[in-house]
């Protein structure tokens, strides 16, 4: 019998849609009142364990995805998820111990960054200013708060998939 050999970009691109449809599942529910705006639930995983080109590709089709399922402009949103896993990729080896404290301070740092670049680049149609920014602020306090308890276990899903299929990933140098 030949032995299964898994790909771990097509197990994180996979959980990454899992994440994606259940973001937008719950989105539709809460959409009159605030939205959840988690990439970085898509960005850190691959960025961390997964060789450049691979973290790259799969970042990219998952903001992809993800534009196509959200108002915003075509490509700006995946330019500005690839320029955030460059920059995870760029720190990852301060978090090989995994420890739940640095991988939730990641998340929210890059969550932030991302949110408050979405609020200079992405004006969503409003009443006026203020209502804007109390509907961002509420997003992203949203968001901050679901990350508190989610992003440890969002972040380390693929790895715990491919430790079950026998695949053991590390934060390691590319070769």
């Known amino acids: ?3 299964a050999r898994y790909s771990p970009a097509i197990v994180f691109f996979s959980v990454n849609v899992a994440y994606l449809h259940i973001l937008a599942t719950v989105n ?3 959409s009159p009142y605030a939205a959840l705006i988690l990439p970085c639930v898509f960005i ?3 960025s961390l364990f997964l060789r450049g080109w691979q973290a790259a590709l799969v970042v990219g089709v998952s903001a ?3 534009e196509a399922s959200t108002p915003v402009r075509p490509a700006l949103a995946c330019a500005l998820w690839l320029a955030a896993a460059f920059c995870v ?4 080896f301060r978090f090989r111990p995994l ?3 640095s991988v939730c301070a990641l998340a929210q740092v890059v969550n ?3 949110i408050f670049a979405y609020f200079a680049l992405f004006p969503n149609g409003c009443a006026d200013f203020g209502d804007y920014v ?3 602020f509420a997003d992203s306090l949203l968001s901050a708060a679901v990350l508190i308890f989610a992003a440890r276990f969002a972040i380390l899903a693929p790895l715990s998939i491919l430790k079950f299929a026998g695949v053991e990933l590390k934060i390691e140098e590319d070769f």
């Not at 990729?89 to 990852?92: N, S």
Request: hydrophobic share 60%; charged share 25%.
């Open 1 to 3: 019998m030949r032995r």
């Open 28 to 30: 539709s529910a809460l």
């Open 44 to 46: 850190i995983g691959p």
């Open 64 to 66: 992809l995805l993800w």
């Open 89 to 92: 990729r760029a720190v990852r």
């Open 99 to 101: 420890d739940g404290f």
């Open 112 to 114: 932030i960054a991302l």
């Open 134 to 136: 109390l509907r961002v």
